[in-house]
């Protein structure tokens, strides 16, 4: 169509849903010792999304927006069997009951139970895949209501003792669906417009067994006060069993599937959560006030039905493998550089090789060395609050530390002049004898290119890029949050006759106070496909509030 129309292309998606509630409540308190609560209720749920897009050719934009017409472009379209409108529609519908029962004895001693029944078309067919009872039920003792607690204070101003145990699910990912057979309608493609037909195709077979992804969890924790409260204390450890995990499964193409949506994994995880937040010091012209946080988290994958390459397990998002952390990041075991300054590896025999590493590989996978979990399993914060008349002033520093990331893939066999070399290529192999130094490989030569093959030489580079050699670790400390604040005095403010007053500055992201060195400046803490990405942005905002 051109040059004499455009391209006018449109997208639209509409989303139709509701939500229906009906809930009855009772709560009650007998010779204010016992006090009794219940929640019941049911809840409809619907939700209807349709997309279409249109591609229209021929847009003449300055002469009215009127198409241009061809039928040279509806014959290129019918022989390579291309659309020129797309409709998509899917209907999700679910239903639920709910009841929740609390019981407490003179606010000492409380019991909570909790009772779901739902259901939804997402899954499959039969009663025990589509429908799931789902439970909660916990505890807490508020010692400090007992009347033994008085003899404690004010070293221990309160204490109370919490604990659950809870069965939860999931429907999954929300693109997830084998409650029927999936069929669609199809233009099969033809070598002449004249013998063409429209047809149906099997897009995936039902999966009746398809269920809800579920959750054991055991929940038992404590929160304390001393001093008056000026010193709090706030606990929590965890032990979580999932089972039933969605995800892709490889059959034996029994069906006619290679591949379909199961519940195909489980997993265990652990971990704790304290939070310490102190008054240090409090007068009537200063404070300061500091904030604690501190969790750690281990998971391990105890059941994965699934095959994985070479390829799924070195990426920088990390992979799943049974035994090993949810987002496990695996690498190539690198040998060093030979004397012509090339990468070399362990491959899946024991061999040491320059290119021979199998990407696909399925079945031989145990050469591969677990470099360690994409995810952190330490993180928290430290903030402190520093008050002096009008003026305040919060710091806070966050950090992380247990994790690995794999550095940006920037080796290549060949480079061109618009390449943006990075640090690392400083300390590259020049001359003989380098590889004793450095394990930075060098610029392949034309030489190299002829005697090695531009398809061997790739393998080699990119085998490096996912190598042993381009892991680092995640850990870091970074000065998060600084914030300088004054409030006006409040005989100035009745005097301009308005409310309140106030300015500040606020820096975020400022810097980062410990990293691994062998990131190169590279942001730990911003993930893309493969590796790090760009430093998160520092921001300085400066606000001024008047209120009228």
Known sequence: ?????????????????????????????????????????????????????????????????????????????????????GLNNTKNRGVAFFSNATYSWKRRYTINGTVRYEGTNRLGKSTKSRWLPTWNI????????????????????????????????????????????????????????????????????????????????????????????????????????????????????????????????SMTSQGLELSISSTNIKTDNFSWRTNFIYSKTTNEVTELENRSRVIDLITGNGFARTGYPVRSIFSIPFEGLNSEGLPTFTNENGETTVSDIYFQERDNIDFLEYSGSADPTDIGGLGNTFTYKGFSLNVFASYSFGNVVRLNPIFNDEYTDLTAFPREFENRWVTPGDENFTDIPRIASARQVDNYGGSELDIAYNAYNYSTARIAKGDFIRLKQVTLGYQFDQSLIEKLKISSLSMSVNATNLFLLYSDKKLNGQDPEFFNSGGVASPLAKQITFSLRLGL
Do not use: C
């Not at 129309?5 to 639209?12: E, F, H, M, P, S």
């Not at 033994?148 to 221990?156: G, S, T």
């Not at 999931?170 to 069929?183: E, K, M, Q, R, W």
């Not at 013998?195 to 099997?202: C, F, K, M, P, Q």
């Open 138 to 265: 916990s505890g807490a003792w508020n010692a400090h209501e007992e009347d033994f607690f008085e003899a404690l204070n004010p070293v221990l101003s309160n204490f109370t003792v919490r604990a659950s145990y809870s069965l939860t699910a999931d429907s999954g990912p929300f693109d997830v669906t084998n409650s029927a057979v999936d069929i669609r309608s199809v233009n099969p493609w033809r070598p002449s417009s004249g013998v063409r037909e429209s047809g149906l195709t099997i897009e995936s077979l039902e999966n009746s067994d398809l269920t809800y992804e579920k959750k054991n969890e055991i929940n038992i924790g404590f929160d304390a006060g001393f001093i008056d409260n000026r010193i709090n204390v706030g606990f929590d450890w965890y032990t979580r069993d999932n089972y039933d995990l969605i995800g892709i499964v490889n059959t034996q193409g029994i069906g006619g599937e290679a591949t379909k949506f199961g519940n195909v994994a």
């Open 1 to 85: 169509m051109l040059p004499e129309g455009g391209i006018y292309r449109k997208t639209d998606y509409e989303s139709l849903g509701y939500d229906l509630t009906s809930t009855f409540s009772y709560k009650n308190v007998f010779n204010n010792i016992h006090t009794v609560n219940f929640y019941s209720g049911m809840q409809l749920n619907s939700i209807d999304r349709s997309r279409t897009n249109f591609t229209g050719w021929g847009l003449q934009y300055s002469l009215g927006e009127i198409p241009f017409y061809g039928y040279e472009l509806f014959k290129k379209q019918v022989e390579e069997n291309s659309l020129y409108y």
